[in-house]
């Protein structure tokens, strides 16, 4: 084929509306826009995002696709992405409501409820639609499955009332414009908080790790001692049946000697008279472990280390459910077996190993201690990831397909003229959730391994970002200068008022650290590109473990509330 027939034969490819024009364009959409989204200016970048504005250039400039194929790509990949989304959030999600995440989670809803009030107030005040709102809203604070709820609530009310399907594109482009160009401030804005309240309240980073460090020693009342066997009644017993699973957490044996021989003793170890133990314990039960074993003598951890024990560092794969809902503080994992944890992997996010970190299975932990202590550990975590690495798909799309019956399920409300849905964003969410906090209890294998898990968020996000920036690139820029440029102020209104309170709430009322803080305010508004900024600024990777605490949560709430605003305006 001569030059000549070829650029003919690639326009008609391209313009001919059919399934290969349609995935030719939403392939070169993504590609580009995954290339530029490389680019950084200040160590910020807008990444995935630059999918959706490519998309919008590219619908400007005359590229269509299918209204038919391009909402089935849009549906799909926003479900595909908050399904991957809930597996990976599900198992922490109810513990995240306890001890300390409970404060933090109030000032998460706190968060989500100022967002709305002052989208409706702006609402009231400029006569703006409320559907434009809702989608300047989801930009102020990055959330992009809110955006799709919202419009996936939009077209079904639309169509309800008798609308046509250029309707209900119509109005799917409207709140894909306002989200398009409030979104960069959104993100902007949320950095320039963080940054102001850090100079407002006089924050010394510096100081402020020195005292988190300081607290978390004083909190940390677990220690060792030593005992000799010398209580007949538990001469020939196992240390499960006497240890048992009620004390287990309080009491553990681990290390054993007897004779000149030292070994870390299983549970199935009988105890003899004269063997010396050495016991993790806290102050609650030290009196109890005298009772229990028998006379208490000096520790010398010389005495207990076998001769030429050398360090090792390794990575370990929690693979035992059991393990879920644990945090270091509770395993206490270097008394007991010798051995420091050092950092842990989750979901692609490299944690600092802070004693309240909660574990799940699929985490990684890298540890240093000697090889039988690992050994030990190994066998407490289970250590094969074998078992992680392949993905459950029956699971997944049997879940799939229970997430959009319940989020097609209407949900009826007196003062409101349609139904409530969770929708395609918040039925899957819900369902995925459930199936991660609940699916190890049932022996559902519902854990994903890390690479796939982001290989199918990635996948969705990319896929709806190019679905809704080319529907709605056609009548973008007639919307930004008919009025749109405002949607930037709003935005930017809808992401500092809240953040300004909640920030002053945490610190003043609460008296969180900083690191604390910028957790909360990073999930709180669902948004990485903060999180990323906040950890380089702290120097610390604390942020992302509080940032976890409120995630679960606030996505939740951030769906649920612009499918609420929708729902208002109706």
Known sequence: ???????PAMKELILNGGTASAILILALVIGLGLY??????????????????IGILLGHLGLRVNPSALSFVKDF????????????????????FKKDGLPMNMLAILLVVLAVATTFIIHLVTGEQLDIMTGVMSAAVTNTPGLGAAQQTLADATAAMGGTPEQVEASSSRLASAYAVAYPLGVLGAIL????????????????????????DEENNAFRMACKVENPAIF????????????????????MMRGDKVFFPDLDSELH??????????VQHKDKVRIVFGEEF?????????????????????????????????LDIRQKYGVTVTRILRAGIDLQADP??????GDSIQVVGSEEGIMQLAKLVGNQPETLQKPNLVVIFFGIAIGVLVGMTPIYFSSMPQPLKLGLAGGPLVVSILLGHFGPKFRITTYTALGANLMIREIGISLFMAAVGLSAGENFVNSLVNGGYMWVLYGFLITVIPMTIVGLLGRLALKMDFFKLCGLLSGGTTDPALLTFAEQMSGSSRVAVHYATVYPLTMFLRVVAAQILIMIML
């Open 1 to 7: 084929m001569g030059i000549t027939t070829f650029a």
């Open 36 to 53: 530029v989204g490389r680019l950084k200016f200040k160590g910020i970048s807008l990444g995935s995002t630059w999918i959706l504005f």
């Open 77 to 96: 990949g926003l479900i595909l992405f908050v399904f991957a989304i809930g597996l990976q959030v599900g198992p922490g999600f109810f513990r995240s």
């Open 193 to 216: 908080i963080v940054i102001t309240l850090r100079v407002m309240l006089h924050i010394d980073i510096s100081r402020e790790n020195t005292q988190v460090l300081q607290d978390e």
């Open 236 to 255: 020939g017993r196992s240390i499960h049946s006497i240890v048992g699973e009620e004390n287990s957490e309080h009491m553990v044996v681990s290390r």
């Open 273 to 282: 008279e004269g063997d010396k133990l050495l016991i993790v314990t806290d």
């Open 298 to 330: 000096p520790v010398d951890m010389k005495q207990w280390q076998r001769p030429g024990t050398k360090l090792m560092s390794r990575r370990l794969s929690i693979t035992q459910s059991k393990i879920t809902g644990k945090n270091l503080r509770k």
């Open 356 to 361: 309240d970190l909660v574990l799940q299975v």
